[in-house]
């Protein structure tokens, strides 16, 4: 399990634009990425079942679409992320509850401000919530570790 979440701009971007667009109602979503790479790739938006400013839901149909395309894909929710309209971008206890991926990043982002909006990473693991750094870059450097080492984006 990372420290730290590293995450390519276009993505969080993207995150924030999906954020801004159904504010204000909550946005939610995933990032997909390669199983055992913790690397955030493929950005896949969804709808919130729910329509609620102040509550988030996958529609379950959607959900078991979602988990049965990233399995043919041999990836993994990497990032689950969410937005809070009215509140700062920290988990809340229905937010704590509902969390069942133990090795994703749950990522929040505030719309609050319609100017500047927050966004921060948990882990969120059997209850316990810790935050962790976001380490925003435009590429992701290498994707093995080793002397054959190429760069990937």
């Given at each position: ?5 590293q995450?390519?701009?276009d993505l ?7 954020a ?9 979503g995933?990032?997909a990425g390669?199983?055992g ?8 938006p969804?709808?919130?079942?729910a ?12 959900l078991?679409?979602l988990y049965?395309?990233?399995e043919s894909?041999d ?5 689950i992320?969410?937005?809070?309209t009215a509140t ?13 991926e ?5 990522v929040?982002v505030s719309?609050r401000d ?10 969120i693991v059997?209850g316990v ?6 380490e925003?870059?435009?590429s ?8 054959d080492?190429v760069?990937?984006?």
């Amino acid at each position: 399990m990372g420290v730290v979440l590293q995450i390519r701009r276009d993505l969080v971007d993207a995150m924030v634009a999906h954020a801004r667009r159904d504010h204000p109602d909550e946005a939610c979503g995933v990032i997909a990425g390669p199983e055992g790479a913790d690397r955030p790739e493929r950005f896949i938006p969804m709808l919130n079942a729910a329509r609620s400013p102040t509550f988030y839901e996958f529609d379950s149909t959607d959900l078991l679409r979602l988990y049965r395309d990233m399995e043919s894909r041999d990836e993994v929710p990497v990032v689950i992320y969410h937005s809070h309209t009215a509140t700062e971008a920290y988990p809340s206890r229905t937010d704590i509850s509902y969390a069942s991926e133990p090795d994703a990043h749950y990522v929040l982002v505030s719309t609050r401000d319609p100017e500047v909006h927050e966004l921060r990473s948990f882990r969120i693991v059997e209850g316990v919530v810790t935050e962790e750094p976001v380490e925003v870059v435009e590429s992701y450097r290498f994707a093995h570790t080793g002397p054959d080492d190429v760069p990937e984006n």
